[in-house]
């Protein structure tokens, strides 16, 4: 990240723009920062102006407690001022939810787009969540971060022994050291379930992306958000998973974002 910004509570923010053509600013999920997406950024260049940032608690980034989602939207709205004063967002995971409340509060936004919002569509799903907030808090009280990346790749359904022996590999360090905002992902994910009046009052248009070979809850969520949104859309992407390629992708954003 090469570009610093401060938002509205003194927090440092780094980012890194490539391209040219309407300004796109990338919001990244659950343990990850900008740089999980700068390959998509990199995709979508040659006709966007593709901003990816870590946010706040990761990478560049400062953090300033107590933490709020009302503070990543000021973030959000931060960075639109500092490159340009209006831009389009795309999430993917967590950070599509981000996205959504960040157009629903009334920043300069002029589309959203996200990929698979893991929203609880199926029966239990509130349940499992309010299960999860409950323990990840704990163990985030308590120190326990390796508990907490624990509990939010379980959440993901990550097999018990594939994490077990993600625990003895040399990236465990790393997701420890951004295990602190997990809680920042929960609490933007509110209670998990589709949060229906809220996408009601999006009024510019929503894209919400799936892949084929996702579970086919995530597919159902993804037609959730896009149902409930106003100008909503949904499409799917043949052959892709909660892991997608950049190069699929970036033609469905770019015809999005730069039509």
Do not use: N
């Not at 157009?103 to 609880?120: H, I, K, N």
């Not at 239990?124 to 999860?132: M, Q």
């Not at 929960?186 to 009052?201: N, Q």
């Not at 892949?211 to 959730?224: I, K, Q």
């Amino acid at each position: 990240m090469d570009k610093k910004t401060v938002s509205r509570d003194g927090t440092s923010l780094a980012y890194h723009r490539t391209g040219q053509g309407p300004v796109v600013v990338l919001v990244s999920g659950a343990m990850s920062t900008g740089a999980t997406v700068a390959s998509l950024a990199a995709a979508l260049s040659e006709r966007c102006d593709a901003v990816v940032y870590d946010r706040r608690g990761r990478g560049g980034s400062g953090d300033t407690a107590p933490y709020a989602v009302e503070r990543e939207i000021e973030d959000l709205a931060a960075l639109i001022d500092a490159v340009g004063g209006e831009a389009a967002l795309y999430g993917v995971s967590s950070g599509g939810a981000l996205a959504l409340r960040a157009a629903a509060s009334g920043l300069p936004v002029r589309q959203v787009a996200v990929y698979e919002v893991p929203f609880a569509v199926y029966e239990g799903g509130g349940r499992e969540r309010a299960e999860y907030t409950a323990a990840l808090t704990s163990a985030l009280a308590e120190g326990r971060r390796g508990d907490a990346v624990e509990l939010f790749l379980l959440l993901t359904g990550l097999a018990p022994q594939m994490i077990a022996g993600a625990r003895q590999s040399p990236m465990w360090a790393g997701m420890e050291a951004i295990a602190p905002t997990l809680a920042h992902d929960d609490a933007v994910m509110g209670d998990g379930l589709v949060p229906r009046d809220l996408l009601a009052s999006v009024a510019v248009p929503v894209l919400s992306v799936a892949g084929g070979a996702s579970p086919s809850w995530l597919r159902e969520a993804a037609r959730a958000v896009a149902e409930a949104a106003p100008r909503g859309t949904y499409r799917v992407l043949e052959g892709q998973t909660h892991a997608v390629e950049p190069g699929a992708l970036a033609p469905v954003l770019t015809e999005f974002f730069a039509s």
